[in-house]
């Protein structure tokens, strides 16, 4: 059985068992124009992740892995948006307000799609999620024990926002969550730093934080 080289300690994995865990590459937070920018980020800052979040997919699609992407987005109608949601930013500027990629974090409009560089491909299955926890108001829970999956390789952004709250959720549920650092972003890169210390802090509270290199040497061996 591969072992990933992580923090607080190694990681036996079982490839079979394990899934990778997309989270929200989406046009809307990493491109000028979207969600991200509209409240006030730079979104340049999440760029870095593109490339080792590539090598990752590479390296899974390779070993056979289940794949799952999520976005974080809602209905047209917005009638699974919540109130206390929408009201924050700028009233021009806020979720289903008009932007230059579509309506604003609404599914179905450009912005809303993953980045051409993640492209999901048929047969990988994409969660639509209204929350920042992917686990909350999807069928993300049962897909993953259908599959027989303990273990989830976890991507994406932003660290502290829903790749943090995702991590949560799924160690609560039990399963075991390797987060790949250099995979995640955040507009703050202390709020990025301390996101993933807060996951291998105490034993590995949440979890455990790996290199993408690392995972992916597991997944080739
Ligand atoms: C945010 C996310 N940051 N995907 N969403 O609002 O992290």
Redesign the pocket.
């Known amino acids: 059985m591969p072992t990933i080289e992580a923090e607080p300690q190694p990681l036996d994995v079982d490839l079979a068992s394990t899934a990778l865990l997309i ?2 590459m ?1 046009r809307d ?1 990493i491109e000028p124009g979207g ?2 920018e509209t ?1 006030g980020n730079d979104v340049s800052l999440l760029k870095a992740a593109i490339g080792p979040c590539k090598a990752t997919l590479d390296a899974a699609r390779g070993a056979g892995m289940l794949v799952v992407h999520t976005r ?1 987005g809602h209905r047209p109608d917005m009638a699974d948006a919540p109130k206390a949601k929408v009201e924050r930013g700028e009233p021009s500027a806020r979720i289903g307000a008009p932007g230059p990629m579509g309506r604003i974090l609404i599914r179905g409009e450009a912005g809303h799609d993953i980045i051409a560089e993640l492209s999901p491909l048929a047969g990988e299955p994409v969660i639509d999620k209204p929350g ?1 926890g992917a686990f909350y108001q999807t069928d993300l829970e049962l897909m993953l024990k259908n599959r027989g999956i303990d273990t989830l390789l976890v991507c ?3 660290t502290e ?3 943090n709250t995702t991590v949560r959720e799924a160690n609560d549920r039990g399963y075991r969550c390797v987060v790949l650092a250099d995979c995640c972003a955040s507009y703050f890169p202390d709020f990025h730093e301390y996101g993933l210390k807060m996951i291998k802090a105490q034993g590995g509270i949440f979890g455990w934080v790996a290199q993408s290199d690392a995972a992916i040497a597991a997944m080739a061996g």
């Open positions: 989270i929200d989406q937070f969600f991200g409240l974080e920042k994406g952004v932003t926002v829903c790749v």
